[in-house]
């Protein structure tokens, strides 16, 4: 026999027509975020696929595609960047700034850069004789690299062969069309031809196809000049038969396709065959031996009669003499570090300094504050253009004495060792000069070199003084003073801070 229940036990609780009451709500919330997770796993379900597709095949690509437009239709991140490279601006001891001109009939260009030969006239001297007296301007970005090679003034000064355009144009689908499928047959071809003639073959600055796989995308060498220069430095370390498209690692071919233009040359003969004169090694000294074994001169002093060498923008060479090439640090890390767009991650084909793209170029290692970078780089650079303008002094000292040694009638047999001295210490100093990174690719070796121009710029004013022999010229230690630099010709004061930057016209 069960109990009655309390009636009091049955009343119902209150919570729960409270409970009902919210359960819309906590349905809409509950659907917010669902969807909201959901939305969530898209994103990052497409920002996956997006990273997975890192270029979009709107048109087919082959070898003989060279303009990059058309390759920006599946790059259009890579090619929004490639085409920033109409910008001008300055670094404290780099860069270019927008220098208005009137346009002419012969050169329409509205902008160029900077006269560096107005900047320093002690260049003038050293050059006299040779194209580079008559017009050198900073260099500008790669947007310009075939009108400022087509309206320099040292084309007036001298007719220039065909073998320019290897550095000035994107050449590679030219060089295949002239040698019938053949790269080095049509590259050998144009060399020889004038450089007006050679201009009509070529349409583009350098484009996507100088450096990359149209079907892959890889890194590759299209540069006959470096083809053959390159193998020509792996034979002298030992190593016959170097292919760089299909021997060099990936990281390498970040710094070899740069190493294609940015390098010390010459031309070969008078078939005019572009030559990277690496057959001894890509130090200074190794490159001066092997002009030495062959006996090559650019051309014939004006006021010297030294058989003078003039010196390209060694970056490549000089850059491989420094901590950052010794520690596997490619010319893209810096000059083209990596940028995220999206889910996107791509080298940025902005080729600028990296000081002017400090957080990127530079912060990914050094973890410091981005002024104190800067200073650092700018000390190596400030020393540098200290040590190179006591070079230039030196070397132009040298040129006025033996000038003024032949128009009192020392033979020429007397004046072989200080002629032979200018031609070395002008190598030098204009190896160092000429480099753009205004030493700091190596600060030590680039240092050395300058340091090694002085020390010869002096011996050969000792060979002038003692009459010393030509070899005693240049092997005897630097001891004497050097003449007065020519007058007007004082050196410039390094630059006092980081100019403001300044754009060029898009």
Request: hydrophobic content about 35%.
């Given at each position: 026999?069960?109990?009655?229940?309390?009636?009091?036990?049955?009343?119902?609780?209150?919570?729960?027509?409270?409970?009902?009451?919210?359960?819309?709500?906590?349905?809409?919330?509950?659907?917010?975020?669902?969807?909201?997770?959901?939305?969530?796993?898209?994103?990052?379900?497409?920002?996956?696929?997006?990273?997975?597709?890192?270029?979009?095949?709107?048109?087919?690509?082959?070898?003989?595609?060279?303009?990059?437009?058309?390759?920006?239709?599946?790059?259009?991140?890579?090619?929004?960047?490639?085409?920033?490279?109409?910008?001008?601006?300055?670094?404290?001891?780099?860069?270019?700034?927008?220098?208005?001109?009137?346009?002419?009939?012969?050169?329409?260009?509205?902008?160029?850069?900077?006269?560096?030969?107005?900047?320093?006239?002690?260049?003038?001297?050293?050059?006299?004789?040779?194209?580079?007296?008559?017009?050198?301007r900073e260099e500008r970005g790669h947007a310009y690299m075939?009108?400022?090679?087509?309206?320099?003034?040292?084309?007036?000064?001298?007719?220039?062969?065909?073998?320019?355009?290897?550095?000035?144009?994107?050449?590679?689908?030219?060089?295949?069309?002239?040698?019938?499928?053949?790269?080095?047959?049509?590259?050998?071809?144009?060399?020889?031809?004038?450089?007006?003639?050679?201009?009509?073959?070529?349409?583009?600055?350098?484009?996507?196809?100088?450096?990359?796989?149209?079907?892959?995308?890889?890194?590759?060498?299209?540069?006959?000049?470096?083809?053959?220069?390159?193998?020509?430095?792996?034979?002298?370390?030992?190593?016959?038969?170097?292919?760089?498209?299909?021997?060099?690692?990936?990281?390498?071919?970040?710094?070899?396709v740069c190493g294609q233009c940015h390098v010390e040359y010459?031309?070969?003969?008078?078939?005019?065959?572009?030559?990277?004169?690496?057959?001894?090694?890509?130090?200074?000294?190794?490159?001066?031996?092997?002009?030495?074994?062959?006996?090559?001169?650019?051309?014939?002093?004006?006021?010297?009669?030294?058989?003078?060498?003039?010196?390209?923008?060694?970056?490549?060479?000089?850059?491989?003499?420094?901590?950052?090439?010794?520690?596997?640090?490619?010319?893209?890390?810096?000059?083209?570090?990596?940028?995220?767009?999206?889910?996107a991650k791509v080298s940025d084909h902005h080729i600028q300094?990296?000081?002017?793209?400090?957080?990127?170029?530079?912060?990914?290692?050094?973890?410091?504050?981005?002024?104190?970078?800067?200073?650092?780089?700018?000390?190596?650079?400030?020393?540098?253009?200290?040590?190179?303008?006591?070079?230039?002094?030196?070397?132009?000292?040298?040129?006025?004495?033996?000038?003024?040694?032949?128009?009192?009638?020392?033979?020429?047999?007397?004046?072989?060792?200080?002629?032979?001295?200018?031609?070395?210490?002008?190598?030098?100093?204009?190896?160092?000069?000429?480099?753009?990174?205004?030493?700091?690719?190596?600060?030590?070796?680039?240092?050395?070199?300058?340091?090694?121009?002085?020390?010869?710029?002096?011996?050969?004013?000792?060979?002038?003084?003692?009459?010393?022999?030509?070899?005693?010229?240049?092997?005897?230690?630097?001891?004497?003073?050097?003449?007065?630099?020519?007058?007007?010709?004082?050196?410039?004061?390094?630059?006092?801070?980081?100019?403001?930057?300044?754009?060029?016209?898009?």
């Amino acid at each position: 026999m069960t109990e009655p229940m309390d009636e009091g036990s049955t009343t119902k609780s209150p919570r729960r027509p409270a409970l009902r009451r919210y359960l819309p709500l906590i349905a809409i919330g509950a659907a917010v975020a669902t969807g909201g997770l959901a939305a969530l796993l898209v994103n990052i379900f497409e920002h996956k696929q997006e990273a997975k597709n890192p270029f979009y095949r709107v048109v087919e690509l082959d070898d003989t595609i060279d303009d990059p437009a058309v390759w920006g239709k599946n790059f259009p991140i890579q090619y929004d960047s490639y085409r920033r490279t109409v910008d001008q601006k300055r670094t404290r001891f780099g860069g270019s700034e927008a220098v208005p001109r009137t346009p002419t009939e012969a050169d329409p260009r509205s902008v160029v850069a900077q006269s560096k030969l107005e900047e320093d006239g002690r260049l003038k001297t050293m050059w006299a004789g040779y194209a580079f007296a008559h017009d050198f301007r900073e260099e500008r970005g790669h947007a310009y690299m075939l009108d400022d090679q087509v309206y320099t003034e040292r084309q007036i000064a001298t007719k220039q062969p065909g073998t320019c355009i290897h550095c000035h144009a994107s050449v590679y689908v030219p060089y295949k069309k002239l040698g019938g499928g053949d790269l080095i047959r049509g590259w050998e071809a144009m060399n020889q031809m004038p450089f007006p003639e050679a201009r009509k073959l070529v349409t583009h600055p350098v484009s996507c196809i100088d450096c990359h796989d149209p079907q892959s995308m890889q890194l590759r060498v299209t540069r006959p000049g470096f083809l053959e220069g390159i193998r020509a430095l792996k034979a002298s370390q030992g190593q016959e038969n170097y292919d760089v498209n299909t021997m060099a690692t990936r990281q390498e071919m970040r710094s070899y396709v740069c190493g294609q233009c940015h390098v010390e040359y010459y031309f070969k003969g008078p078939e005019k065959r572009l030559v990277y004169p690496w057959a001894k090694g890509i130090k200074v000294d190794e490159i001066y031996a092997y002009y030495e074994e062959n006996g090559h001169a650019d051309w014939t002093h004006a006021e010297s009669g030294a058989k003078a060498l003039k010196a390209q923008h060694p970056e490549f060479e000089m850059w491989n003499q420094g901590v950052h090439a010794r520690s596997g640090v490619a010319c893209a890390d810096c000059h083209m570090p990596y940028q995220r767009v999206g889910a996107a991650k791509v080298s940025d084909h902005h080729i600028q300094s990296p000081l002017l793209n400090i957080n990127r170029a530079c912060q990914t290692c050094h973890r410091w504050p981005e002024d104190e970078l800067r200073q650092r780089v700018e000390t190596i650079q400030e020393r540098h253009f200290e040590t190179r303008n006591r070079a230039l002094d030196a070397v132009t000292a040298l040129i006025g004495d033996i000038k003024r040694a032949k128009e009192a009638g020392m033979s020429d047999e007397a004046l072989a060792g200080a002629r032979a001295a200018q031609r070395k210490c002008q190598f030098f100093l204009d190896f160092a000069e000429a480099e753009n990174s205004s030493g700091f690719h190596a600060p030590q070796e680039a240092m050395r070199i300058l340091a090694s121009a002085i020390d010869t710029c002096r011996s050969g004013q000792l060979a002038l003084r003692d009459g010393a022999p030509p070899g005693a010229a240049i092997a005897a230690p630097a001891a004497a003073a050097g003449s007065a630099a020519p007058a007007g010709s004082a050196a410039p004061a390094a630059p006092s801070a980081t100019a403001a930057p300044t754009s060029g016209a898009h």
